[in-house]
């Protein structure tokens, strides 16, 4: 079976462009979530949405927004890119059964320059 | 809010060695989950052990093993036999019960060297 596939893997744009990342889940997964990992930090939760509907908001500038399609598979958009968005950018979908643990996708390095 | 602290930026071991990574957190909750997570080079976040709150018995998964002290808010990974593929960033975390939310809150990370 697939993990959790993010695309694009690089991407580097100009301050002031916008942005749109894409995560598809694991199938039968109907939630997905998305962090930042900032160099040298850990993982900071910004979004979660479960079938179709937002469920969580980290603390997260509203140039930050996300939607879920459908099939489950999501997007997150950021706009007026500033160069402190530059980070590595991790989605994660989880079962809504069991102990609904998180599989993460390998990330988008995001570079703003 | 919850908060996860990591206090050990590196670590080093030998490799086939014990070595143990230090985490502890704070929550007003009784009932979470907590997790260690590895993050090698290639960037995949790899969930390595989970611990139920509620249940008092450590997990272990294979050479992984935690000690969970709820009281002190405390939840070490203990890895046997270090091999050198266990050379990566490990990031504890924390993740509530309530509500459906799947938020989870990590640590700063600690980086693991494993030496031939």
């Known amino acids: 079976d697939a993990g959790v596939t993010q695309s694009p893997t690089h991407l580097i744009k100009t301050r002031g462009q916008h942005v749109t990342l894409r995560c598809s889940p694991i199938s039968g997964h109907k939630s997905v979530s998305w962090y930042q990992q900032v160099l040298g930090q850990g993982p900071q939760f910004i979004f979660q949405y479960y079938e179709k509907e937002e469920r969580g908001r980290g603390n997260f500038p509203d140039r930050f927004s996300a939607r879920q399609f459908p099939n489950y598979s999501s997007e997150l958009n950021v706009n007026a890119l500033l160069l402190g968005d530059s980070a590595l950018y991790l989605c994660a979908s989880s079962s809504s059964l069991g102990h609904r643990e998180a599989f993460f996708g390998q990330g988008t390095r995001l570079t703003v320059v | 809010a919850q908060t996860v602290t990591q206090s050990q930026p590196e670590m080093s071991v030998q490799e086939a060695e014990t070595v143990t990574l230090s985490c502890t957190y704070d929550t007003s909750e009784s009932d979470y989950y907590l997790f260690w997570y590895k993050q090698p080079p290639s960037r995949q976040m790899i969930l390595v052990i989970r611990?139920?709150?509620?249940?008092?018995q450590n997990a272990t998964e294979n050479r992984f093993s935690v000690n969970f002290q709820k009281a002190a808010k405390s939840f070490s990974l203990k890895i046997s036999d270090s091999q050198l593929g266990d050379a990566a960033m490990y990031f504890c975390?924390?993740?509530?019960?309530?509500?459906?939310?799947?938020?989870?809150?990590f640590g700063k990370g600690t980086k693991l060297t494993v030496n031939p």
């Open positions: 611990q139920e709150a509620y249940k008092q």
């Open positions: 975390a924390y993740r509530s019960s309530q509500g459906g939310s799947e938020k989870l809150v």
